[in-house]
């Protein structure tokens, strides 16, 4: 499974921007997260590109959580996409980077005060509220600062997309927005018109889950949300401008997965979408949406030092299991244990040898931190470079400190050229924050 500018050079080893993934891991150290910069920009072209042909009143957002840093931010800009941030250090990172902030969205199912108050001073374009208590903060401070803030509402659509329950959000039982169904939505529309001109709505918002390898879930929400429209301006008279959908596409982290490419996504996106304003009599919104993991997913590949390997005896067929233990694990990828996410591994030295041994894949964390419990693989040896599939989203966005791990560095490779975005972390970064009080000292 080769992704993205991914190849085979004549070494035998994998190269990933033009750049030998070895000679990555001998310059730059392991783990060692690699970003496929040419693929992250042939996806936002491509995700635009499917859509404007279809429906050019859209904005795509990248929905930053999947990977932040302040590299990312220029890419996205240079590249003509919104950002959305869902906490204060999204925020601000986009605004160290510079990044127009009136185009950036805030999201957050419990914002503070300050992220609201970052909002307003920062000029973010939308902010999505996501409750009653928000929506009245919100309104108090902007009128107290004498400005107006464009907000979309958050709304559940009552959909219960087919993924892990750790990333399905758009159900009726859950942490996220205003229920339709039960009118509070509709209630919280009436609110935020009544709060003009400190508040102005412009639309709608939903996000109904992640990693979604088809439509469908998106299909039924379009439905349920243009019919929301509908009513919105049956009951108050006011036609909303945006209708924002989230983002959810799947990417392929498996050899046999097969997500729909931007141009099937567009085709049942626009055509659910097209056919709801037909059939409830709405004007055309400008669809919004805000893609993570599909734009920079594939992209992503971590490099780890394999260590000890070592073999057990266990029950089941074939009586013994491979562990190949590797230099990372649970700090720099929590999403096997997580919601049980599952990877492809090379050996990326070793491209050209035949895959014909099962292993197990295991982290150096003080838990059985198993990184892929499963993976076909060519001969592995104590020194050789492991080379992780599709670790591009929520991988170092979600890396932690545990065991006292040092963070990876983190590069963008691109024709043939590795520059860092974001250094390795020291151990005097990890004992940075510390502080002994005198009682102790
Ligand atoms: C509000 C919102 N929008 C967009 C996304 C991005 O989702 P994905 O990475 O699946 O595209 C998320 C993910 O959690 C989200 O919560």
Known sequence: MLLGTQRVNAHGHLEIGGCDAVELARQFGTPLYVMDEQCIRDNCRRYKAAFDARYPKNEISFASKAYLNMAICKLMQQEGIGLDVASAGELYTAVR????????????????????????????????????LELRLLAERAKAQGKTQKIFLRVTPGIDPHTHRRIRTGQEDTKFGLSIATGAALDAVTE?????????????????????????????????????????????????????????LGIRYLEGQRPPTYDEFADSVIGALRAALDRHAVPEPTLWQEPGRS??????????????????AIPEAPGTRT???????????????????????????????????????????????????????????????????????????????????????????????????????????????????????
């Not at 102005?200 to 929301?228: K, N, P, R, W, Y």
Request: proline share 4%.
């Open 295 to 312: 734009l920079v997913g594939e992209a992503g590949v971590t490099l780890y030092t394999v260590g000890v390997i070592k073999r057990v």
């Open 192 to 248: 935020a018109l009544g709060a003009a001109p400190h508040i102005q709505i412009t639309g709608i918002h939903c996000h109904i889950g992640s990693q979604l390898l088809d439509a469908h879930t998106h299909e039924q929400a379009i439905e349920v949300m243009v019919g929301f429209l509908r009513r919105i301006a049956d009951v108050t008279g006011w036609v909303p401008e945006d209708l924002d959908i989230g983002g959810g």
């Open 97 to 132: 980077a510079g990044y127009p902030m009136e185009r950036a969205l805030l999201h957050g199912n419990n914002k503070s005060e300050a992220e609201l108050q970052m909002a307003l001073d920062h000029g973010v374009g939308r902010v999505v509220v996501d409750n009653f």
């Open 323 to 441: 562990y190949v233990a590797i230099d990372g694990g649970l700090s720099d990828n929590p999403r096997p244990q997580l919601y049980d996410a599952v990877y492809e591994a090379l050996v990326a030295g070793k491209m050209g040898e035949p895959k014909d041994q099962t292993v197990t894949v295991a982290g150096k964390h003080c838990e059985t931190d198993i990184l892929i419990p499963s993976v076909q693989i060519g001969n592995v040896e104590t020194g050789d470079i492991l080379a992780v599939q599709s670790t591009g989203a929520y991988n170092y966005a979600m890396a932690s400190n545990y065991n006292r791990f040092t963070k990876p560095a983190c590069v963008f490779v691109r024709d043939g050229q590795a520059d860092l975005v974001s250094r390795r972390e020291t151990l005097d970064d990890v004992v940075r924050l510390d502080e002994i009080p005198a009682r102790l000292a």
